[in-house]
């Protein structure tokens, strides 16, 4: 049960903290991409998320490199030929625009390889964690972002769909059966969906402003009865945007009952966020993270891979990074 937490986020019993070791996968060269002046995904945003991670003291976190992802890893989700084009057009210097209008706003740079193998290559890493050792709540502090990202189609700055490979790697690396993707993004996951949406062994959950980029997620798209779009309005209030998630995400994922959660986690639903229009505040995402532990624990052993995903204004991003890290610390 979804229930607003007091302005001042709970502190993790210190039992939790003994118990579990945070990870966090993330690597330098995802600060080594370059999307141009002024463009919403820059380092700055994964500098901001690293920075309010080293502040949690009380948590215990410690922070692994992300390897690089593995051409066949990837091939679970993305052709070879994909993936091949992406890193053929990868320029010696400056800015290559991947879409075309009116949404040229994808940039590939000269160091991007390496950051899209590693961002991809930290679900990987974490989804081994996540079975062969003791840690069970794992975020993935990496861009480029993956949830836009299609079969064999680049947008909306992401070029691999990051809980995408990793979901596949868990079923096909580890026998997982059911795999539950939630993504509370202000914008709809349209890779994520298009990836499973003829696959009843995933189910996808998305709770995103509508209309806006990228146009899709309405509750009519529903596969094979699993994927479950909650769009909301510009200017969803906390309370409001809380009881649409527990009824139309949560409960879904519940009866699911999934061996596995991954979280496409963007913070662009706050308030302060310059590209959308819904009001959560920072403590929200503390409540969204500590609801999505429940069922996890109630039916996967509390398994969680969370991915960084939007996020644009830097104290929001910074607050409400650590609501989410506390949320994934509770028993």
Known sequence: MIRRPPRSTPKPSSAASDVYKRQVYTHSDCLAKDNGPNHPERKERLETVLESVK????????????????????SLVHPYSHLDNIFSMIPSTGLVGVEKEPYADTFLCEHSK????????????????????????????????????????????????????????????????????????VHHGNGTQEIFYSDNSVAYGSIHEHPLFPGTGSESETGVRNIFNAP?????????????????????????????????AGFDAHTRDPLANINLESEDYYTITKSIVEIANLHCGGKIISFLEGGYDFLALSESTKAHLKGLNEN
């Open 114 to 185: 390496n950051a899209i193998l590693r961002s991809c290559g930290a679900g990987i890493a974490a989804a081994d964690d996540l079975i062969n050792s003791k840690e069970k709540r794992i975020f993935c502090a990496v861009r480029p972002p993956g949830h836009h990202a299609e079969t064999s189609r680049v947008n909306g700055f992401c070029f691999l769909n990051n809980a995408a490979v990793s979901a596949r790697y868990l079923q096909n690396q580890y026998q997982l059966g059911k795999i539950a993707i939630v993504d509370f993004d």
């Open 55 to 74: 502040k949690l003291d009380s948590l215990n976190i410690k922070i692994k490199e992300a390897p690089l992802a593995k051409p066949e890893t990837i």
């Open 232 to 264: 909301i309005q510009s200017g969803t209030s906390s309370d409001e945007f809380l009881k649409i998630f527990k009824g139309k995400i949560l409960e879904n994922i519940d009866k699911f009952k999934p061996d596995a959660i991954l979280i496409s």
